[in-house]
């Protein structure tokens, strides 16, 4: 047992300071992002999310030339959006869909000029892949508060609005004749995603934040058929996965080639994956079985 | 004779009072259209009324109007003699949005008719499972209680949005083209569902319908949309061919046959049927047609 122990976390994993800051920060986020994921599934947002989490690209690489935490740069594109996205009608897909293409793609253009004053201002690369693909090893101490207050606001929205929420995936009319406001209940959440995601984008990068957001919840709508407990199992697994990934990507460090570590996000959304192959088949057989 | 056409405007306040639902002169315009023209009709306690007409006659608008949904350019509506009737009206739309594979189940549904719409996480308590087992028993849903909604039949569907509906015990039940995409049998045993329940319940329903016909047999009274105008009473009263005539602005035949009523109306050399079965259009005379649905049928003079 202690030998599979000491395989598994390789030794000073438990004192280093920023394995203790990736498990907090890591954790947070990754237990938004199965809560909020739920419902961004539930809700058939996931396409909101991606866009969400492009983005975040933009506003990660102008906090990066602004010197502050890029987890300021991702919410705050992150809210902008969604309330663009709000404003142009989340509700008529074709016009939705055009739309938001087109502003991802002005953002994404935004992202490269920024990215490129980036890499020319430090000399380095280190902004792009930061952003792109996360660096949970280097968050530091001083944005675990960030990370935790900007954590609690988008659970506090799923759990005050989780009734209407669901009434509302099930019939917008129904929720409205029921004096649910739909319109800014379908906003709180999808500020609530973009918190999500700018919290994702922190721990496993903006390109892989979605794999966060909707990995878990896709894993846990296969695994339970209640809404409830679908959200719960979702949180779980993400945090199971994030903190499996931490501690995996900490093992790394004595792997070829380099012996600096494999990326973190690698492991996580493998993990997630492989998670969500293994609920398909299982799901499947259990389907076959009856 | 008991007919409030929309277009005599004779609503009597007193007619009005003690209805589950008075709807009075209401008119909806939308983009410059007249959806709705002085809509006038009421539905009493524990009666079963069709809302019948072909698509596009303004059903769903007076349905939203109902609901409170839609606002009106002039009349209104009373539920249970209150302006705002939340609370007191159930309404099952036409389809859901909810993706197959999402998971919510049948009795996470009927439990949101319960409380949808408060805020907070609901705590589970034996007390509302009953209640909602009870109502999943009432529609005949308890076999797939446990099944996603998203993945029931269309017909399952309409059942548990039943017992979400009826949950709450409102005084009025609306139904948006209950029938639409469900295969005969299904159908049937909805509209046995809807009969038997407004009895049980004693909760006024309003259906509406582009077919008439499955819903004869248990109709207490129809309104009839055409041209976003109305007629109501019995059916004896409002399907005739100078009621009908006088709400569409040209003349109709009404047929009669093996208990069923079809409304044809002339258009150029063919005729449409209006109301009655599938709306439909054929080419040719009603009576020299040899089209199956018009076989046996005979014009009433």
Redesign the interface.
Known sequence: MSSVFRLLFAPGFFASSPVHVALVAGGMAALVSGVVG?FT??R?QSYSGHALADLAVTGGSASFLASISPLWGFAGTGVIAAGIMDMIGIRRPRGRDLATGIVRGAGLGLAALFLYWDTTSTSTTGAAVTILFGSMFTIGSNAVPLVVGFGVPALAVI??????L??S????????????RVRLTGLACLMAIALAVSLAAVTVGAILSTALLVGPAAI??RL???????TVAAAVIAVAMTWLGVVLAYDSFTWPPSHDGWPVSFFIVTLIFVGFIGAQLTGRARRVNG | MAVTMAVSDSAQPGEISGQVLAVEGVSVQLAGRQILDNVCFAVGPGELVGLIGSNGAGKTTLL?VI???QPVTGGRVSIGGRAKG?GL?G?V?QK????P?????AR??VG?GL????????FPSRQRRLRVDEMLEAVDATRFA????GNLSGGEQQRVMIA?ALISQPKLLLLDEPLANLDIGSAQEIISLLAKITQRQQVSVLISAHEMNPLLPVMDRVVYLAAGRAASGTTEEVIREDVLSALYGHHVDVLHGHGRVLVVGHAGDGFEILAGDETAAAPGHPDHSADGALSGLEIQQ
Do not use: E, F, K
């Open positions: 739920t599934v539930l058939g759990a005050i609005l989780y009734r209407p669901l009434l995936s099930v019939s917008a009319d129904v929720a409205a004749a029921r004096g649910v846990a709508l339970t058929s209640s809404p409830g407990r679908a | 939203r609901l409170g949904l939340r009206v309404y739309p859901i949005q909810l993706d594979d999402m998971p919510v189940r996470d549904l949101l409380d949808g719409n408060r805020l907070g996480i609901p446990n099944q996603r909604v979400h």
